[in-house]
């Protein structure tokens, strides 16, 4: 593969994610080409060609639609290596479902994928998957013999009604294996990150690690947080193990990307510690029992309450330091940092009791 001299596309360029992405790829001096769904929207992303400007490598924009195919096959042209991130990630800032999230994921995958199979050029594609694709539900960690959920896991129970996002992220990634193995020309890496959190170059991005973060400053979990834990990992660390995906030659299959576990109260303990009585941080972990009365007044079915509340969840992530290198940063100072760049942009504001 030619890959230092051709270009590379990544496709979401005014992602959260996929700035970083963009970042690391123009800084080793590499041809970028990146898709954004309207070129119009000039600030969404500024802050990627201040970037081009002050590195070595160069940077072109195209204007693709998931959901439009053939979008991105002028973009893709004499491109080696695709890495596709673009994919709505709405925790609950959706109306409908299956047009907001489903179908962009998985018609979006199949329409990248099919201009994979129109551009000769094309050797390697990354997908950026998620931890959402291999479980469904938290008690799901119940039939795993080593209390974590590994590559060989896979999201079998989520559905367009039941946890709609780990569905599109699962059907996105079955969607792209079954097309890899449909040929013989390009193969295949995905990346499944935990929920990323860091910096971000952008203060634009809607991305739902914005939107958890915002939960804990807005008040919504003073009264109490429900007995839940995330996979974490900081989005430099993603960022390396899409670089190590796209050019390592031995990366193959599938894999989780996460630095650590962090139950929703501990999250909410190094706030305090950090950011002070200025926000309202949880201070208390309410019990299941609390929530299967009173969840759906909150946004939480009886279903979610039952299968998510009270599982502990874990990611083994040894692959990803072992074939690709990966070191991971410290979660705590990534939560930290990224919370107070939220607070640097204005996306949160300083709690006035
Ligand atoms: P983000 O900042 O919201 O980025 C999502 C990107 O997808 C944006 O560039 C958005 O473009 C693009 N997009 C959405 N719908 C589109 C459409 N119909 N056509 C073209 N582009 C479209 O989110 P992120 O956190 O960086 O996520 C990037 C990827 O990582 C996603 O695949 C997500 O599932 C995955 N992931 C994220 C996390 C996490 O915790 N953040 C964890 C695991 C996996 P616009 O600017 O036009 O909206």
Request: charged residues 20%; neutral net charge.
């Amino acid at each position: 593969m030619n890959t230092k001299t051709a270009p590379i596309l990544v496709t979401g360029a005014t992602g959260y994610i996929a700035s970083w992405v963009i970042k690391q790829l123009l800084e080793k001096g590499h041809t970028v080409h990146t898709t954004v769904r309207d070129l119009n929207k000039k600030k969404s992303f500024a802050h990627l060609e201040k970037i081009a400007a002050q590195s070595s490598g160069s940077l072109q924009l195209f204007q693709a639609n998931l959901l439009e195919a053939n979008s991105f096959d002028t973009a893709m042209q004499g491109c080696e290596i695709v890495i596709h991130m673009a994919s709505p990630f709405l925790v609950t800032n959706y109306k409908d479902a299956v047009k907001d999230i489903i179908e962009p994921a998985i018609i979006g995958t199949e329409n990248v994928l099919n201009s994979v199979n129109r551009t000769d050029s094309v050797r390697r594609v990354v997908v950026t998957s998620s931890i959402a694709s291999t479980y469904g539900d938290a008690i799901d960690i119940q039939h795993t013999a080593h209390n974590q959920f590994d590559e060989s896991h896979w999201n079998t129970t989520s559905s367009e009604t039941h946890q709609p996002y780990p569905y599109s992220k699962v059907m996105a990634e079955r969607k792209a294996w079954e097309m890899q193995k449909a040929q013989n020309r390009w193969s295949l890496v995905c990346v499944n990150p935990a929920l990323v959190l860091g910096p971000s170059l952008t203060a634009m991005t809607k991305s739902g690690s914005v939107e958890v973060l915002e939960q804990f400053a807005n008040g919504m979990t003073l009264a109490g947080v429900p007995p839940m834990w995330n996979g974490i990992v900081d989005v430099r660390d993603v960022a390396d193990a899409h670089l190590e995906a796209a050019f390592n030659p031995n990366a193959e299959g599938r894999y989780i990307i996460s630095g650590g576990t962090l139950s929703l109260l501990e999250m909410g303990q190094i706030l305090r510690r950090h950011f002070g009585p200025k926000f309202p941080f949880p201070r208390n972990q309410l019990p299941k029992a609390a929530f299967k009365l009173f969840g759906p007044l909150a946004g939480f079915s009886k279903s979610f309450v039952e299968l998510n509340m009270g599982y502990p969840i874990y990611f083994n992530a040894d692959k990803s330091k072992k074939e690709l290198g990966i070191h991971y940063r410290n979660i705590e100072a990534s939560l930290v940092e990224h919370f107070q760049q939220l607070l640097d942009d204005g996306v949160v504001k300083k709690y006035i009791p």
